[in-house]
């Protein structure tokens, strides 16, 4: 069976990409022993592996934090959290210098200014940003990275987290992690609807497919409250390989037009939703396809090919592939086709996750959360990730050194010894342990973790708005999905592993379900359409501005999820109940 | 599934082992590298970059356009004094034999 074993740190990061990786230093800083848990390698994991060619959240010159949060909140079509927003903005120039002073570079004026692009985005060289990173974590002092090591439970009592469990790859072992302050910092969820290309292209996904939703399945389990999950963020990309397309857009102002040459944009307005509407609306109106398309010198196309390199090869390697099969000639017009992405659910463009207060204070107590992990705050991207990670590192400074001074005398509302209280973490640790070797007890069937995860995919792409209906759902249908969903956890629990691979690629699916259910939910109960890009209620297909509320929900006590209609935030602080 | 592993050039040193975001890369008993569930793979280029051999080549799929291009990376390590010098050369080369080099000036972490 596993062997497990006991660890204790000041604070614990689950996650190292933007977010986690910007936490652990600046715990370190603090002189705090952190450990930063990872389920790859942190030289490039998560959504930075292949490199960016852009920093997409930055205040340019002429501009003020408070434009940025104005922007984010219009580009939400109102749903989203000004505290949040504005904390956020007033960090992002910051951690610009700082990845500039780790190694990145980014591009500058004559003057030695940074040279915008629009006034909110940097062009750097940013293939190399996560190994500049991954160093600069491993350079700090007082850092544990354990690698290979996925996170699968909170060891949580109702409304407060003591710990979290994880398996680790390395050691063939599950560890029990102690901590007084926690970070999720695990990005969003890949995964859950049926993915636009086929078998073996499967994984060839815009957003990372490894961020499978684990740190939400684990905050939701634990009775953390979720905030705007229906939300979910459809990418419009280069089709084949939904590599960005800032480059074209913003870097060469590139025009989205239909099959007739027509530039349509203007018709459908420019937050991200109606941009990623207009392109569906021209296909379905029988105009597609759809492009980017713009003119390029020689030496603009080789910058272009570059650019991809950094941080969507194949791109570069789809353009080179047209250009052998019929050289370019020059001034080349190039047309690059665009596509819109499977739905996902994170909370770096979109405003889908934990539910935090302004310190990226969960609802539960030593729970924390930033990134893509966290909601209410969309249009974060790397620099907006980072910055939320500070504010929340910054806060759980205070809240463990607050507890170290004995002068202050902690209030807790609950009243447990030390040792009823060790006995209980340990009848946590057991029963995790219980739970996770079911799996290895469970004799191999026909269900397996693949055919699960084409059910929940199927399904959601069916019924929950993929892809495949236009993202398009109805209430019977979510009612449908709801019912499906349901079986198919019923039958996760009882799938077979034979080692610590098999285990954790069930665990997958089995997160992506618990996931994949609050969706549903969200999506059920907000009766309106607000975002017609992302996902259309088509039994609502209006705006609603009694609606204009956010949509949060939580685990109840004995089992289901209830929904929380929160009345929007407009002010700069915000503090949980 | 993008990823094409030259086992006549592979040398097993195990670099790529360490890198992939899905953690998908072994090596096998002949002791060359070996992708896991190749239909997990993300083409991401992680693995290639770490390879000081360039062994490991990433091809786009018929279904996404391609026709059989090969792109490697091969990163130069930093001049100690300056840490933005290395330059990054990405090769592509095709059934047809012809290759082409495109260099980037990126800063590199060796390998
Ligand atoms: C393809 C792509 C291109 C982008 N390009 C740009 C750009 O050019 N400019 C820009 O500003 N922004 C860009 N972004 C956005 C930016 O990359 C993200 O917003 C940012 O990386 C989010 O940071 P994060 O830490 O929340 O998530 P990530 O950086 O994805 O990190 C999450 C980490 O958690 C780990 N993890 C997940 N689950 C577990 C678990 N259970 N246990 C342990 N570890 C776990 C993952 O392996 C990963 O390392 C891009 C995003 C994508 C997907
Ligand atoms: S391309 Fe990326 S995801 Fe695929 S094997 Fe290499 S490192 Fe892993
Ligand atoms: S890094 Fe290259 S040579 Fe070394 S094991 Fe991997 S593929 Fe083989």
């Not at chain 1, 109702?158 to 390395?170: F, I």
Request: net charge positive; charged share 25%; aromatic share 8%.
């Amino acid at each position: 069976m596993l062997t497990h074993k006991n660890l204790e740190f000041e604070a614990l990061i689950i996650g190292g990409g933007a977010a986690g990786c910007l936490a652990a230093i600046k715990l370190s800083q603090k002189g705090i022993k952190v450990a930063l848990l990872e389920k790859a390698f942190l030289k490039r994991s998560g959504c930075l592996a292949a490199g960016v060619n852009a920093l997409n959240a930055y205040i340019g010159q002429r501009k003020t934090p408070l434009d940025y949060a104005r922007y984010a909140l219009n580009d939400a079509h109102g749903l989203a959290r000004f505290d949040l927003l504005l904390s956020m903005a007033e960090k992002l120039n910051k951690q610009v210098s700082f990845l500039e002073s780790i190694g990145l570079t980014v591009h500058k004026d004559q003057t030695g200014r940074y040279a915008e692009r629009g006034w909110r985005n940097l062009r750097v060289n940013g293939e190399n940003i996560k190994p500049l990173l991954a160093e600069a974590v491993f350079r700090a002092q007082n850092v544990t990275v354990l690698e290979r090591t996925n996170a699968t439970h909170l060891l949580a009592l109702p409304g407060r987290v003591l710990g979290a469990a994880a398996l680790s790859r390395n050691e063939e072992a599950i560890l029990f992690i102690k901590s007084r302050a926690i970070l999720i910092a695990t990005g969003g969820a890949a995964g859950l609807y049926r993915p636009p290309n086929p078998g073996l292209t499967n994984h060839r996904l815009w957003y990372s497919p490894f961020n499978t939703g684990g740190g939400l399945a684990m905050g939701i389990k634990a009775g953390a409250e979720m905030t705007t999950l229906e939300m979910r963020f459809v990418a419009l990309r280069c089709r084949d390989t939904f590599a960005p397309t800032g480059t074209l857009a913003l870097g060469a102002m590139a025009e989205q037009t239909n099959s007739f040459g027509r530039e349509y944009e203007a018709d459908y307005g420019r937050t991200t939703s109606q941009r990623v509407l207009g392109a569906r609306r021209e296909i379905e109106a029988g105009r597609g396809p759809c492009y980017l398309q713009a003119e390029f010198d020689r030496e603009a196309k080789e910058q272009l090919y570059k650019a991809y390199l950094n941080m969507s090869p194949l791109q570069t390697l789809k353009f080179l592939e047209a250009e052998r099969n019929t050289p370019f000639s020059y001034p080349l017009s190039l047309r690059v086709e665009i596509a819109s992405s499977e739905p996902y659910v994170q909370g770096g463009h979109t405003a889908g996750g934990f539910w935090v207060d302004t310190n990226r204070r969960t609802t539960l107590k030593g729970l924390w959360a930033a990134g893509d992990a966290a909601g209410g705050a969309p249009q974060k991207y790397v620099t907006g990730a980072m910055a939320e990670a500070e504010i929340a590192a910054d806060d759980m400074a205070g809240h463990l050194n607050r507890d170290k001074n004995p002068k202050i005398k902690i209030q807790h509302n609950f009243s447990v010894t030390q040792a009823q209280d060790n006995e209980t973490y340990a009848l946590l640790c057991r029963k995790i342990q219980e739970e996770l070797e079911h799996h290895f007890k469970t004799p191999p069937g026909v269900i397996t973790d693949r055919n699960l995860t084409e059910a929940l995919q199927k399904t959601m792409d069916l019924y929950a708005g993929g892809l495949g209906t236009g993202y398009r759902y109805s209430l019977a249908e979510l009612r449908e999905a709801k019912k499906t969903l349901k079986t198919l956890e019923e039958l996760s629990r009882d799938l077979p592993a034979s080692d610590i691979r098999d285990l954790l690629n069930l665990w997958e699916v089995r997160e992506k379900l618990v996931v994949a259910q609050s969706l549903v939910e969200h999506l059920s109960a907000r009766r309106e359409t607000r975002w017609p890009g992302f996902g259309e209620f088509t039994d609502f297909p209006e705006k609603d501005d009694s609606f204009l509320v956010y949509i949060n929900s939580a685990l109840k006590e004995q089992g289901g999820l209830k929904i929380i209609r929160r009345p929007i935030v407009r002010v700069e602080r915000y503090e949980h109940e | 599934m993008s990823v094409f592993i030259d086992q006549n050039t592979c040398l097993g040193c195990g670099h790529c082992l360490n890198v992939c975001p899905g953690d998908l890369i072994t090596l096998t008993d002949r002791n060359t590298a070996l992708i896991n569930e190749p239909e997990r793979c993300w083409s991401c280029a992680a693995c290639l970059k770490s390879c000081p051999h360039g062994s490991l080549k990433l091809f786009l799929s018929p279904s996404l356009g391609g026709r059989g291009l090969l792109l490697t990376a091969r990163l130069k390590a930093p001049s100690s004094d300056n840490k933005k010098a290395g330059p990054i050369r990405w090769t592509v080369s095709g059934p047809d034999h012809l290759t082409e080099i495109i260099t980037d000036p990126i800063r590199t972490d060796g390998y």
